[in-house]
């Protein structure tokens, strides 16, 4: 089992950055594929970015690409959120997930059915 926690949300102006991160910890993080997902109140779960078990493949919602950028180092456990020219829409609470990838360490995941565990989520939120 891994423990997630994730960190680095606020408050933020349109046009800013922000980085979150998640800190695993428990079993080996570089068996785990993982993903950032977000919830704005009163909507549906919905999927962010995904980095694969190896770390060479990315992949993005349309909604953020060009605009974010996942990335993981595996010596601190650690998965990454880059976000930058923060809009409004981007305001919600940010769930980092991990899925155990048994094989095919290069596929991503943008499902939230098929990630194992979550953090406890940050919320970030951008004024206008």
């Known amino acids: 089992q891994v423990q997630l926690v994730e960190s680095g949300g606020g408050l933020m102006q349109a046009g800013g950055s922000l980085r979150l991160s998640c800190a695993a910890s428990g079993r080996t993080f570089s068996r785990y594929g993982m993903g950032w997902f977000r919830q704005a109140q009163g909507k549906e779960r919905e999927f962010v970015a995904s980095i694969s078990r190896s770390g060479d493949n990315t992949y993005y919602a349309d909604s953020v690409k060009g605009r974010f950028t996942i990335s993981t180092d595996n010596a601190k456990n650690t998965v990454y959120l880059q976000m930058n020219i923060l809009k409004p829409e981007d305001t919600a609470v940010y769930y980092c997930?991990?899925?155990?990838?048994?094989?095919?360490?290069?596929?991503?995941?943008?499902?939230?059915?098929?990630?194992?565990?979550w953090g406890q989520g940050t919320q970030v939120t951008v004024s206008s």
């Open positions: 997930a991990a899925k155990e990838v048994y094989s095919n360490p290069t596929a991503t995941f943008s499902n939230s059915w098929e990630y194992d565990y």
